[in-house]
């Protein structure tokens, strides 16, 4: 058991690595420049919602100030508008801007298309359905075991 929970972190961490990569290869083989494959992420994880910096840390895997360089680069080329909340303005509301959705639009498709591919190579949905259960089991040992 230790040997293979052991093992099961790892694997993550180099399907993470591997993931990273595949985004980074699609953005090289559609020339696009001027972001990064984990700015990338960041803006699909921001979609089509407006959300708050503090959203984004919370619904994401980001730690906090990589999220707000990421974030500071997102805007600088264009991908992303950042306004002070009408409300509160310590704080900002961050949406995609036009460049910012055709590239959303464009993610969601390699995405999907990843999807379809794993169904072709015989990895169902209930078998990722499981696979992320069992993540969060081990996640939530993990908290209770640090805490």
């Known amino acids: ?11 993550v961490e180099k399907l993470h690595r591997l993931f990273l990569e595949s985004v980074k290869y699609e953005l090289n083989k559609n020339r696009i420049k001027d972001i990064t494959n ?6 699909y994880n921001i979609g089509e919602r407006k959300l708050s910096v503090g959203d984004l840390t919370t619904y994401g895997c980001y730690l ?22 009408v409300n509160d303005r310590r704080s900002s509301e961050i949406k995609l801007t036009e460049k910012g959705l055709n ?7 390699f995405f999907e298309n990843h999807a379809t591919k794993l169904q072709e190579n015989n990895i169902s949905e209930q078998m990722i359905i499981t696979l992320v259960d069992t ?12 805490i």
Not at 64 to 85: A, H
Not at 135 to 146: F, G, R, S, V
């Open 103 to 109: 590239l959303y639009d464009h993610l969601e498709k």
């Open 1 to 11: 058991m230790k040997y293979n929970y052991y093992r099961s972190i790892f694997m």
């Open 64 to 85: 906090g100030s990589n999220v707000t360089y990421n974030l500071r680069k997102l805007v600088e080329n264009g991908y992303v508008y950042q306004c002070p909340r």
């Open 38 to 43: 984990v700015e990338a992420l960041i803006l």
């Open 135 to 146: 993540l969060k089991n081990i996640e939530k040992y993990i908290n209770k075991d640090i």
